[in-house]
């Protein structure tokens, strides 16, 4: 029961008015100059240590982290070769097919649903802040919003992931806090509050407070969050948020 959001019956007339529509990034123009040398990736440790090989370009385009190890002064430019072991190779998978599909996962025909699990989804995201991929962290931000959508749920265990793998004002946290306000996991079902983080605690008062004062309505309901803007919750090229809220009774 704990991670089921009911259905809303308040009015959805809270919806954000700004544009539906992303450019937060602009176009992604890609060339065949970014198939150039392989670079080897070496994924985990020990046993679970996993290889990829990919064109450095491609890498170096899409992100900030293997752009400066691979084009840098460091070692892996010269031996073309980047060892994560921390990393998780499952995580990194996605991220790997992701380069080279700009495609989170393989959809069967029609069907809207998200395959990855909360989980997966929600570490992708985090690698992609980590190693500077913000186009991978809008895209999983979106399946984010979406899966909520689709499945009107979210596992409340989750919240503490994503304030221990996120900084300050993480556009994955203002995610986080508008999930809990405006589809009622908070307040109709089960969530025990030590799931939530002080952190996590202090921003849904202050986003609470902002609600007060502006008069927004605290529930959009599944339909109007199928609408919602998901540019709210993107980051720019260098990572930071692409959304500043502006105050003066601006609606979120």
Same mark, same amino acid.
């Given at each position: 029961m704990g991670d089921t959001i009911p259905p809303s019956t308040s009015s959805p007339a809270a919806a954000t008015a700004l544009p539906t529509t992303c450019q937060c990034l602009g176009d992604d123009d890609i060339t065949g100059s970014l198939f150039d040398v392989m670079v080897t990736i070496c994924v985990g440790k020990g046993d679970k240590t996993k290889e990829f090989q990919g064109h450095r370009g491609l890498l170096c385009h899409y992100s900030s982290y293997f752009k400066g190890a691979l084009e840098g002064g460091f070692k892996e430019a010269e031996s073309r070769t980047v060892t994560l072991p921390e990393d998780d190779v499952e995580v990194f998978e996605i991220f790997f097919s992701w380069l080279y599909t700009?495609? /989170?996962?393989?959809?069967?025909?029609?069907?809207?649903?998200?395959?990855?699990?909360?989980s997966l989804l929600l570490q992708v995201h985090c690698f992609a802040d980590m190693r500077g991929?913000?186009?991978?962290?809008?895209?999983?931000?979106?399946?984010?919003?979406?899966? +909520?959508?689709?499945?009107?749920? $979210?596992?409340?265990?989750? $919240?503490? &992931?994503? &304030?221990?793998?996120?900084?300050?004002?993480?556009?994955?946290?203002?995610?986080?806090?508008?999930?809990?306000?405006?589809?009622?996991?908070? +307040?109709?079902?089960?969530?025990?509050?030590?799931?939530?983080?002080?952190?996590?605690?202090?921003? /849904? +008062?202050?986003?609470?407070?902002?609600l007060n004062e502006n008069g927004t309505g605290w529930k959009w309901g599944r339909k109007t969050w199928k609408e919602i803007n998901k540019c709210k919750y993107h980051v720019k090229s260098d990572g930071t948020p692409a959304f500043v809220p502006v105050k003066d009774g601006d609606k979120p």
């Open positions: 700009r495609s /989170l996962f393989k959809r069967e025909h029609d069907n809207l649903s998200i395959p990855l699990s909360w991929v913000p186009r991978l962290q809008n895209m999983s931000s979106d399946a984010i919003i979406d899966k +909520v959508a689709n499945e009107w749920r $979210f596992p409340h265990n989750r $919240f503490a &992931y994503i &304030y221990a793998n996120t900084p300050h004002k993480a556009p994955l946290r203002t995610l986080a806090v508008d999930m809990i306000i405006f589809t009622g996991i908070l +307040v109709e079902i089960d969530c025990p509050l030590p799931c939530l983080t002080p952190d996590m605690l202090q921003d /849904l +008062v202050v986003a609470m407070q902002s």
